[in-house]
């Protein structure tokens, strides 16, 4: 087939074409019916199936963080359960309003059966927290080094929460193997009365 047999071809009369024509034809209709709805029908929701495509993704992944957890729920009550014991125990070893001053007086028991001189043991205002206030207690001691392990130990011991801050050891003389120690001990209570309010 040449040129000349294109220029005779009848649009009138596409049935009389030769069959390589009519499939030529035929594949060019094609494509122009799928490039017209691609134009006027698809192009326009491509964004949309983006977007979908996007949400499935991050509705996908919740789920399966929520299958997850749902699998691990009674692993999570228990350790739910466990750390409520564990929050109680804590609790019990905060003094409560009437404890405290007693607690006052087993650090400095502790400090004095440790074999050191308080010069200073003063209780300092209270300062609330969330759930709990802090009680600071600034302390003064005159001591030997060991002393003030035993006391810092004594300390740890009791069964009431203290921690102990902003430790300075300086000697107390030039000519004594004494020493001074400057610290903070703080103690915690549990505002339950106006935790409540």
Known sequence: MNLADLKSLDINNVGAWPL?????AFALMFCGVLGLGYW???QGQLPELDQDRQQEKELKDTFKLKAAK???LEAYKQQLEEMKQSFGAMLR????KTQVAD???DISQTGLASGLEFELFKPEAEIPKDFYAELPITIRVKGRYHDFGAFVSGVAALPRIVTIHD???KPADKDSTRLVMDMTAKTYRYMEEEGAK
């Not at 390589?20 to 030529?24: A, W």
């Not at 070893?93 to 409560?96: F, G, I, M, R, Y």
Request: proline share 10%; no cysteine.
């Open 167 to 169: 430790i300075s050891i």
């Open 93 to 96: 070893q905060l003094p409560n």
């Open 70 to 72: 749902a699998a691990n």
């Open 103 to 105: 607690l006052l007086v």
């Open 40 to 42: 006027f029908e698809s």
């Open 20 to 24: 390589p024509m009519k499939g030529v």
